[in-house]
Structure formats: structure tokens, C-alpha cells
């Protein structure tokens, strides 16, 4: 008997471990079939609460949210030309679960002006692009100027007395400036703001001459601020009596403007084609359109390989336009 019991054992032990081993199977495809998402998404936007970027992201985190069935919480993470929000999802795990919604100048404008903490071309993976931005160049009314032309004459008489904004150092607008300046010949001093909206209130308050933005367009349409051109090869659809740069004579000033949703590096594919997905389906929705609309943008979806594709076109064209001008954060 005591022969018997001795080999019954270690059968016994092999009994349990194949029992637990069974369950451990079981549990497992379960867990790696778990639907994307099942927690909260956390949306680093690149810009402080109140302007453009960020009502384009507060407008894709409720959509997002309902389409994917979980929420997508917007977390802002304003300064350094988007840097820092860049910075923070290059670092993130690539789960899915931190994503970036961002312009293409902190991928193809900031690394060619200042040192950043990530590389623009190899830290992220291309998600979708969201859409592209209206853009116009308006003054402050007390500014005795109302077209383009005066602004130009009255900077070449008064150099150095003008001073122009925008959302920072490296941003798509401060590039675009500069070759509007150095086309027209005039001299304007550079106040970098930590995004656009408070810019355009220290413009609405008089402490800003002019700038280039999206967020101006309202309130021109308002009658708060006097805009002067159009950015793009046509005119806006809510101001069609400006006329865009090309038809004033500065027809080099042609960038292009995007936001887009971006994760870190890594990101699973099923990942990325879930999220793909939610914003190809959110921009075919009449309301979430109209609500980018008001905000003056033009939704325009990308897939994850034309948004990659593009932001490495702008990456070099934008390089190259920086390098040609002489374009520095100073």
C-alpha cells in the first residue's frame, strides 16, 4: 500500500497542475480578445482650453467617446509650440489608451527651429487626420489700417512699430507670418502666445496689430476685428468679399494647416484601425461637420498610411521653407 500511495501523488499534483493549466487557458483568449477600449482614452491636446485646437478636440473626444464606447477624456497640455503635449505621448505606453490630437507644424516645423525631446518622424504612429484650417490675416480695428495694402505701407513707414502674434514659436501661423513679412517688406516684432486664443484677446484688446489664425474668422464676421486676407488658394465662404494673398501679390505664402490623432510608436495595428474607424465614421455625421464648421475648420479624413505620407511631406517641405528664409525662434 505504501508503494501504491507513493506513486498515487505525484498523479495527483499532475491532475491539479493540468486542471489549473486548463482554466489559465481559458481565461487567456479572453483576455487578449478584450474589446479596445475598455477604459477611459486620455486625449492629450496640444493647446491651452479656449481656442481653435482645442474646441477641434473637445468636438472629437464626445464623438469618439459614443462610437467607441468608452470615454475619451481630453486632457490639455498647452506651451512650447506643442512640445510638450508631443513629448508626453512619445513616452506613453503603446496601448492605445494616450493619444495625441495635434497640428502638423510640432511634427514638421518645431524640430527644424528648437531642440525637442522626440522625433517627429519615428516617436508616433499616424492614427487619422481630422481636418484642415481656414486661415486669415486680421488687424485690430484701432489699427489705422483697413486693408492689406495700407498694412504693408504702414510698416515700411513705421519700421519696427508693428508686432504681430501667434500660438508659439515653431506653429504653423508664426512660419506663415514670417513669409508674409518677408515678402512685404515689412518689420514686425514676434509675441509668441501659449496658443491662439489668448493672442486673439490681446489683439481684441488692442495690444496685438495683426496675426494669421483660424480663430480670427469669427470674430471679423463680428465686427471685432477688421480682417484683411484670406490664407489659400480661395476665399472664405463666410467672408467672400477678402481677398486671399495670392490675389494681393503674395502668392508664396501657401502652408498648410492639419490636426490630426497620433499615438506613440508601437501602437497595435487593431489599435489603430479601432480609432481609424471612429473618426472616419464621425466625420460622414452631418452634426459633428457643422460643429467643425463653426469652429472653421473643413473636416478631412486620412487614412493612418496618408497621414504618415503627409507628414513626412511636410516635414521636408516645411524644412525647406524654414532654411530658404532664414527663419529662427529668435
Given at each position: 500500500?505504501?508503494?501504491?500511495?507513493?506513486?498515487?501523488k505525484?498523479?495527483?499534483?499532475?491532475?491539479?497542475?493540468?486542471?489549473?493549466?486548463?482554466?489559465?487557458?481559458?481565461?487567456?483568449?479572453?483576455?487578449?480578445s478584450?474589446?479596445?477600449?475598455?477604459?477611459?482614452?486620455?486625449?492629450?491636446?496640444?493647446?491651452?482650453?479656449?481656442?481653435?485646437?482645442?474646441?477641434?478636440?473637445?468636438v472629437?473626444?464626445?464623438?469618439?467617446?459614443?462610437?467607441?464606447?468608452?470615454?475619451?477624456?481630453?486632457?490639455?497640455?498647452?506651451?512650447?509650440?506643442?512640445?510638450?503635449?508631443?513629448?508626453?505621448?512619445?513616452?506613453?505606453?503603446?496601448?492605445?489608451?494616450?493619444?495625441?490630437?495635434?497640428?502638423?507644424?510640432i511634427?514638421a516645423?518645431?524640430?527644424?527651429?528648437?531642440?525637442?525631446?522626440?522625433?517627429?518622424?519615428?516617436?508616433f504612429?499616424?492614427?487619422?487626420?481630422?481636418?484642415?484650417?481656414?486661415?486669415?490675416?486680421?488687424?485690430?480695428?484701432?489699427?489705422?489700417?483697413?486693408?492689406?495694402?495700407?498694412?504693408?505701407?504702414?510698416?515700411?513707414?513705421?519700421?519696427?512699430?508693428?508686432?504681430?502674434?501667434?500660438?508659439?514659436?515653431?506653429?504653423?501661423l508664426?512660419?506663415?507670418?514670417?513669409?508674409f513679412?518677408?515678402?512685404?517688406?515689412?518689420?514686425?516684432?514676434?509675441?509668441?502666445?501659449?496658443?491662439?486664443?489668448?493672442?486673439?484677446?490681446?489683439?481684441?484688446?488692442?495690444?496685438?496689430?495683426?496675426?494669421?489664425?483660424?480663430?480670427?474668422?469669427?470674430?471679423?464676421?463680428?465686427?471685432?476685428?477688421?480682417?484683411?486676407?484670406?490664407?489659400?488658394?480661395?476665399?472664405?465662404?463666410?467672408?467672400?468679399?477678402?481677398?486671399?494673398?495670392?490675389?494681393?501679390?503674395?502668392?508664396?505664402?501657401?502652408t498648410?494647416?492639419?490636426?490630426?490623432?497620433?499615438?506613440?510608436?508601437?501602437?497595435?495595428q487593431?489599435?489603430?484601425?479601432?480609432?481609424?474607424?471612429?473618426?472616419?465614421?464621425?466625420?460622414?455625421?452631418?452634426?459633428?461637420?457643422?460643429?467643425?464648421?463653426?469652429?472653421?475648420?473643413v473636416?478631412?479624413?486620412?487614412?493612418?498610411?496618408?497621414?504618415?505620407?503627409?507628414?513626412?511631406?511636410?516635414?521636408?517641405?516645411?524644412?525647406?521653407?524654414?532654411?530658404?528664409?532664414?527663419?529662427?525662434?529668435?
Amino acid at each position: 500500500m505504501s508503494i501504491t500511495a507513493t506513486r498515487a501523488k505525484p498523479a495527483g499534483r499532475r491532475c491539479l497542475l493540468l486542471f489549473f493549466a486548463l482554466l489559465a487557458g481559458l481565461a487567456l483568449p479572453r483576455a487578449a480578445s478584450a474589446a479596445y477600449p475598455d477604459r477611459p482614452i486620455r486625449m492629450i491636446v496640444a493647446y491651452p482650453p479656449g481656442g481653435t485646437g482645442d474646441l477641434v478636440g473637445r468636438v472629437v473626444a464626445e464623438a469618439l467617446s459614443s462610437r467607441l464606447g468608452a470615454p475619451v477624456v481630453v486632457e490639455n497640455q498647452g506651451g512650447a509650440g506643442g512640445a510638450i503635449a508631443a513629448r508626453a505621448v512619445a513616452r506613453a505606453a503603446p496601448d492605445g489608451y494616450t493619444i495625441l490630437l495635434a497640428g502638423n507644424a510640432i511634427f514638421a516645423i518645431l524640430p527644424h527651429m528648437a531642440r525637442v525631446e522626440y522625433d517627429a518622424l519615428r516617436d508616433f504612429a499616424a492614427i487619422a487626420n481630422i481636418s484642415e484650417s481656414q486661415r486669415l490675416l486680421a488687424a485690430r480695428l484701432t489699427l489705422p489700417v483697413t486693408t492689406l495694402p495700407e498694412l504693408v505701407r504702414y510698416g515700411r513707414s513705421h519700421p519696427g512699430k508693428l508686432n504681430y502674434g501667434s500660438s508659439g514659436i515653431g506653429s504653423t501661423l508664426h512660419v506663415m507670418t514670417e513669409m508674409f513679412r518677408r515678402e512685404a517688406g515689412v518689420e514686425a516684432v514676434h509675441i509668441p502666445f501659449r496658443g491662439s486664443a489668448p493672442a486673439i484677446q490681446a489683439m481684441l484688446s488692442g495690444d496685438l496689430d495683426f496675426m494669421i489664425d483660424t480663430g480670427v474668422i469669427q470674430h471679423v464676421r463680428q465686427g471685432r476685428l477688421r480682417g484683411l486676407a484670406a490664407v489659400g488658394d480661395q476665399r472664405l465662404p463666410e467672408l467672400p468679399d477678402i481677398p486671399t494673398l495670392a490675389e494681393l501679390g503674395y502668392p508664396g505664402v501657401r502652408t498648410s494647416g492639419w490636426q490630426a490623432l497620433l499615438g506613440p510608436a508601437g501602437l497595435p495595428q487593431p489599435v489603430v484601425a479601432a480609432l481609424s474607424t471612429g473618426v472616419e465614421a464621425m466625420l460622414r455625421d452631418a452634426a459633428v461637420v457643422e460643429r467643425l464648421g463653426q469652429i472653421g475648420v473643413v473636416p478631412s479624413y486620412r487614412d493612418p498610411a496618408r497621414l504618415e505620407a503627409d507628414l513626412r511631406e511636410d516635414h521636408r517641405q516645411f524644412g525647406a521653407v524654414i532654411r530658404d528664409n532664414g527663419i529662427t525662434a529668435e
